[in-house]
């Protein structure tokens, strides 16, 4: 396992899987729709031979991705090993205390800043992460929960926005999973559409804050 995570490192840090390397390989292989790996493998190889011969490299595909494989050993037995011996026991202590003081400190700060710390803020209300079974049946990603009753919300890029217009499926979709949330919660579910300004992303649909102020008030009246 370890060698495992030290290769997956490296071949990321150094992109050796990246598509101008090996290739789209998910592409290709839902392209090919193998039936066995033997399947597959001979898929591959043609298809990397035509993208070897695009780039003018003239390895056959079996000796270019040993070419990949020895690159690969270079980068962990010389550049990662010498890294290694370079660190200190200093090191090893700034570490830490930058990870538990500094960086979570940082990450606090970014949090507030996201869609759901904004609406925290706005609404004075605790918003939570909703649990994975919620998210794949009823499209939530966060609640609110009021006395017995709880609000979804589920945060969408503007992207989102487009794309639904396009494709009214998709509301039918999430309609129906979010009057399923609605019926078996007592709360409505909320989209709120996100959009970057600079660096930042800020609510796009403003409008959507008052409709949720209005459901909280009907939740706790109906709590009592």
Not at 124 to 136: F, G, L, T
Not at 203 to 210: D, R
Request: glycine share 6%; proline share 3%; aromatic share 12%.
């Amino acid at each position: 396992m370890a060698k495992e995570w030290i290769l997956n490192m490296a071949v990321g840090r150094w992109g050796l899987n990246k598509k101008n390397r090996v290739g789209p390989v998910s592409s290709w292989i839902r392209e090919c729709a193998p039936k066995d790996l033997s399947e597959w493998q001979q898929f591959y190889f043609k298809k990397l031979k035509m993208f070897l011969e695009s780039k003018k490299i003239s390895l056959d595909p079996k000796e270019y991705l040993a070419s990949i494989g020895k690159r690969l050993y270079i980068k962990v037995s010389e550049v990662i090993h010498s890294e290694v011996e370079e660190v200190t026991e200093s090191d090893c202590l700034e570490y830490i205390y930058n990870l538990v003081i500094n960086r979570t400190y940082e990450g606090y700060l970014l949090e507030k800043h996201t869609i759901y710390g904004q609406l925290s803020e706005i609404l004075q209300a605790k918003i939570e992460p909703a649990p994975d079974k919620w998210d794949r049946v009823f499209n939530v990603d966060f609640f609110i929960k009021i006395g017995k009753h709880y609000i979804g919300l589920q945060i969408k890029p503007i992207s989102f926005e487009y794309a639904v217009e396009y494709q009214r499926k998709w509301r039918d979709i999430y309609q129906n999973s979010h009057n399923k949330f609605t019926e078996k919660f007592g709360g409505r579910v909320f989209v709120v559409l996100s959009i970057k300004e600079g660096r930042r992303k800020v609510i796009f649909n403003k409008e959507v804050i008052e409709e949720i102020k209005k459901e909280i008030s009907r939740l706790q009246e109906a709590n009592g």
